[in-house]
Structure formats: C-alpha cells, structure tokens
C-alpha cells in the first residue's frame, strides 16, 4: 500500500470533546486539593469547613469551565481544519475542502515529531506554528498501521 487519505476535521466541537475526556483525569484531583487546602486554611470563610471546602469547589470547577470553554473557542478557531489528508510514502498531502486554502504537502522529513497513544497518531507538523494532525487508530486497517509505524520509526 503506498497512500492512503482520511477526511480530518478539527473545529471547536472536537477540541472540546477532547478537552472534557481529560478533564476528570488532569484537573478534577487539583481542584478537590486546592478547596482542601484552603478549607483547612481559612475554614470559616463561609461558615464552616464543609461549607468552605463545597462553595470553593464549586466557584473554581464552575471558573475553570469557563476557562475551558474560552481556550476550546479559540484553539477550534486558530486550528480550524476540514480537508482530506493523505498519507503517502513521499508525505503528508493537506487537501482542504474549502478550495480557498489551497493543499499543503509535508515531506516526512518536515514532520518533526509522530506520537502513538492509545487511540491515536499525532503528527506535529513543525512550522512556526504548530500544527498538529490526529489520525484514529480504530479506523485504520492491519496495512495502513504497518505503514504509519514504518515512517514512525
């Protein structure tokens, strides 16, 4: 197999459903801390320890939404991206959908980094901003992986 393309999109609705995925796993714990630790420290501020650690909790985890929310709306603006990519052996070719943007073309050698995970690919597309490309594990065949594994390494 020499290439293959997938329709790739990334808009806001995607880098929010990523951004709540990890949340309980990256900042769920800090926040539970952080409302201890100011609830031991100043445990009359509403009342009483418990009434101190459950309104802390809730004004941070409700500030930290928002804030999620904002960062989701402006990285799906920068990042926005709805085109066909395809893998080749030469490269990765960006055909966007809307014709005004034109296609790019990413020789391997231009792509700095390529992460597995679980789930996915990542590849980093250095330029002066990043730019980054998701590809899905659970939608490749036994062909297409031996060949993102063969230009990973």
């Not at 995925?21 to 445990?43: C, E, Q």
């Not at 009434?51 to 909790?57: I, P």
């Not at 390529?114 to 590809?135: C, M, S, T, W």
């Amino acid at each position: 197999m020499d290439s293959f393309s997938r329709h790739i999109v990334n808009n806001f609705e995607v880098v929010i459903q990523s951004r709540l995925k990890n949340y309980p796993k990256d900042n769920l714990w800090k926040l539970i801390v952080g409302s201890l630790l100011i609830a031991f420290v100043i445990p009359d501020l509403f009342g009483s320890f418990w009434k101190t650690l459950l309104w802390f909790f809730l004004i941070v985890t409700i500030l930290d939404f928002l804030a999620l929310i904002i960062r989701a709306k402006f990285l799906g603006s920068k990042l926005e991206i709805d085109a066909m990519v395809e893998f080749a052996e030469e490269g990765i070719t960006i055909t966007h959908l809307d014709r005004s943007k034109g296609s790019n073309f990413f020789p391997w050698d231009k792509v700095e980094q390529v992460v597995e995970r679980d789930d996915a690919y990542i590849f980093n597309l250095g330029q002066v901003e990043p730019y980054f490309i998701k590809l899905a594990k659970n939608g490749l065949g036994s062909e297409e992986v031996r060949m993102v594994e063969g230009l990973n390494s």
